[in-house]
């Protein structure tokens, strides 16, 4: 995977999806913000984690959004979390092969009536997995293990919100690169 300095994680718990990212604004080496949303909320069931390029997060993010819209508007119906997904995957990897591609990681949390919550794993690569928790980014490499151990299937809010204390704890502690503040969003039944 594309080395990003920037940590977007997520995780499914019971009756919702959580993503957090670092709140950093950077290129090269100055950082620009400490208070910059990489989380976009796509509809009212559905958010966008990004870690990469900012321009390309505005951009690209702000096409997906507008175009999940622009179909709700055109059929009537909002496209699954799945759909979503795979929708996004498609024009990443044509931008891949059109020479437009975008520098950044995805992870797609969505919570669907009857599915429930889901939450998918995209890289720049337009690599797509369902997933239960990931982590993109360097940060990944030291949040993983802490998601593997305390991540079950009956997590409550109360709960995913101490492992991602954990996971900031162990960022704050081991990554060289300061990450002072983190963004995290929720999506579940009620949006």
Not at 115 to 122: E, K
């Amino acid at each position: 995977a594309m080395a990003q300095v920037e940590g977007v994680i997520g995780l499914v718990g019971k009756d919702f999806t959580m993503i957090m990212t670092d709140s950093n604004c950077a290129s090269s080496i100055l950082i620009r913000r400490h208070d910059y949303d990489k989380i976009l909320e796509l509809d009212h069931h559905k958010l966008l984690g990004m870690g990469g390029d900012p321009a390309d997060m505005v951009q690209f993010g702000e096409y997906i959004q507008k175009n999940l819209t622009l179909y709700e508007l055109r059929n009537g119906f909002a496209l699954s979390s799945h759909a979503a997904a795979n929708y996004l995957r498609g024009e990443v990897a044509h931008g891949l092969r059109s020479g437009g591609m975008v520098a950044l990681d995805f992870l797609l949390g969505g919570y669907d009536k009857g599915a429930g919550p889901s939450l998918y794993f995209l890289d720049y690569l337009s690599a797509l997995h369902k997933v239960d928790k990931a982590a993109h980014g360097y940060p990944a490499m030291f949040v993983t293990p802490i998601l593997d151990r305390e991540w079950h299937s009956e997590l409550t809010e109360a709960q995913a919100v101490e492992i991602m204390e954990h996971c900031i704890t162990a960022i704050r502690e081991r990554f060289l690169i300061a990450m002072p503040s983190f963004t995290i969003k929720v999506v579940d039944a009620n949006g």
